[in-house]
């Protein structure tokens, strides 16, 4: 019987645990979407890093015309980058055919706590039945949030429970542990609203991140279309997978 679980934040779950498991990250604020948006757009592949000091000394072993440096601190471009961490900035003319140096707060840090996982994958709305179907059958599945400062975040929980319902409508008889349960529930308790309330699920969940951790966040800096593209589901037919051999994010 398949197994789906749900972590709230990658210290709720010990690295080894993941060990020979699917891991489907979820940072959808922003890193996760983000990810899918630039591969989408034609970028070769990101090389994520934890740290900043990281990047710089990855860009060093490249020529300069060949990369781009992402990512964020506190929501905003880091000095010296190209980008920051808008889905919006990682247009097919901005990243076609280039290499991305990748960091992030909280996103890339929860992809290094999946090391040791069999497969690493990248899950977010913009892909969501692309992912799901790429895992459907696994016999165990991981999906590990990123969340926010070491704060668990709805729009994580959200996100998973997306993939999650996704999963159990392709798998029967799955078995779910406590948190991707209550993930799917709330999920479903989305959907409801929506019906409820005439409009699709992607507008229902742009209206409900704009409550959340991450998303007031990113409404304070000024960031409000990043929530609309984040909700939208199934956009993107990509599956991003991490290439533990060569630390590459590529297209599965």
Request: hydrophobic letters at 45%; glycine letters at 8%.
């Amino acid at each position: 019987m398949p197994e789906i679980a749900v972590h709230y934040l990658p210290h709720f779950v010990a690295e080894a645990d993941l060990a020979g498991s699917v891991v489907i990250v979820v940072d959808l604020l922003r890193a996760s979407t983000t990810i899918c948006q630039a591969l989408a757009a034609g970028a070769k592949c990101i090389v994520p890093s934890v740290e900043v000091d990281e990047t710089f000394a990855k860009a060093a072993q490249y020529d300069r015309s060949e990369i781009l440096l992402g990512g964020e601190r506190g929501g905003e471009r880091i000095d010296g980058f190209d980008l920051g961490n808008s889905p919006a900035d990682y247009t097919a003319e901005e990243v076609f055919g280039r290499i991305v140096l990748f960091t992030t707060t909280n996103g890339t840090k929860a992809l290094a706590h999946a090391r040791l996982a069999e497969h690493v994958l990248i899950g977010a709305a913009v892909n969501r039945q692309a992912v799901a179907g790429a895992v459907h059958s696994a016999e165990r599945v991981d999906i590990l949030c990123a969340g926010t400062g070491g704060k668990v975040t709805r729009e994580d929980l959200l996100a998973a429970g997306a993939i999650a319902s996704q999963l159990t409508a392709q798998v029967k008889n799955c078995r779910l542990n406590e948190w991707a349960g209550a993930a799917g529930r709330e999920w479903q308790e989305l959907l409801t609203t929506a019906r409820a309330l005439s409009r699709t699920p992607s507008e229902q969940f742009a209206i409900e991140l704009r409550d959340t951790l991450g998303g007031k966040n990113l409404l304070a800096l000024g960031y409000n279309d990043d929530l609309k593209f984040s909700a939208q589901l199934d956009i993107y037919d990509v599956v991003p997978e991490l290439d533990r051999a060569s630390g590459q994010i590529r297209l599965r």
